[in-house]
């Protein structure tokens, strides 16, 4: 199979700030979405974007002023000024014996094949993966639940591998899951998963509590980037920072380097301050192949969206060079 083709000249991008030597650089106008852009919302984070039509559009999650756990879709024409449309995606059921979802957070969203696939934490009596898909981000559609709850952090890769659709997750429990490693199911059909294997489990300092992949992983020569979120438990809580590792482009199960330190941990007012503090978490990139460029798009203390920028060269040697598999 040809690798994938990342050409995205028109990705947001600002250069990093002059005496900054970190591998990631935060926007300088995050964030980019605040809580309160459409009427109803209490927040909008962890959400998901992608190119569309030579602009962008995405799958917002947006907690209501119920505090209800929602995904709205949205348009963009530079993916940093957005438009949410005000009310949640309502989904085309073909299937009427998919049980209700009582709940949808933390979307990712893939180009892959013919279509743009959704991933979210779907409510099915406990968190687990929910799946659909749309041609247009105006009629989604409602496939099966992936996997048996408790589980959460459900990303879909871009491609198959070896013949299979690839999917990463997290088990967890039904509470705030104070634990929880990185594996693979694989599916002939997107709706029959099984093959499961196991990627990798929580390490020290940042990353010591649970993991959980972040944005749909990305195909470089050197394997996949995988961005992942790591949670270390403080005397406060839970701290969100994110890292990433590279993994085997034919078994992708199998860790090639993973970073020590993290690339990005809650420092800014709006990662430290908000519904939870100490977040930030990964739902998407893009990345223009020819410049080299990568956008990502994570969720600052569980209440706005905020955009961080890195070099892919860059971040492939840090998580080489700082690496413990
Ligand atoms: C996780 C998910 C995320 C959230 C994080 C921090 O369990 O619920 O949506 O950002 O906790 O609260």
Not at 81 to 95: F, G, K, M, R, V
Not at 109 to 138: A, S
Not at 164 to 179: A, I
Not at 269 to 287: H, I, K, S, T
Request: charged share 20%.
């Amino acid at each position: 199979m040809p690798p994938i083709e990342y050409n995205l000249p028109n990705i947001p991008w600002e250069d990093r700030p002059a005496g900054n030597s970190d591998v990631l650089w935060r926007f300088s106008a995050n964030p980019i979405i605040p809580r309160n852009l459409i009427p109803t919302s209490n927040s909008i984070f962890n959400s998901a974007v992608v190119p569309y039509n030579g602009a962008f559009a995405g799958v917002f999650r947006c907690d209501n002023r119920a505090r209800e756990m929602n995904v709205h879709a949205g348009r963009s024409a530079d993916g940093v000024n957005w438009e949410l449309d005000p009310a949640p995606i309502e989904w085309i059921y073909s299937n009427p014996d998919i049980p209700p979802s009582e709940y949808k957070y933390d979307p990712r969203v893939v180009w892959l094949e013919d279509r743009y696939y959704v991933i979210w934490c779907n409510g099915m009596h406990g968190p687990t993966i929910g799946m659909g898909y749309t041609y247009d981000f105006k009629d989604f559609h409602f496939l099966e639940n992936a996997l048996l709850p408790y589980n959460r952090n459900g990303v879909l890769f871009p491609r198959k591998v070896n013949g299979k659709y690839m999917m990463f997750s997290r088990p967890s429990d039904n509470g705030h899951t104070p634990f929880g490693d990185i594996f693979i199911s694989q599916s002939p059909d997107l709706v029959h998963w099984g093959e499961h294997r196991w990627v990798m489990k929580p390490k020290g300092g940042w990353q010591s509590t649970k993991v959980g992949a972040g944005p749909i992983p990305i195909e470089t020569t050197e394997g996949w980037l995988m961005i992942y979120h790591g949670v270390l438990t403080s005397c406060n809580g839970f701290v969100y920072s994110f890292g990433a590792a590279l993994l085997d482009l034919d078994k992708p199960w199998k860790v090639i380097a993973r970073t020590v330190p993290y690339m990005l941990s809650p420092q800014t007012y709006y990662e430290c301050v908000g519904d939870v503090p100490n977040v930030a978490f990964p739902c998407a990139a893009l990345y223009d192949q020819p410049s080299g460029r990568l956008a990502i798009y994570y969720g600052g203390a569980d209440t706005v969206t905020a955009l961080a920028f890195g070099k892919m060269d860059e971040i492939l040697a840090f998580v080489k060079a700082n690496s413990e598999v």
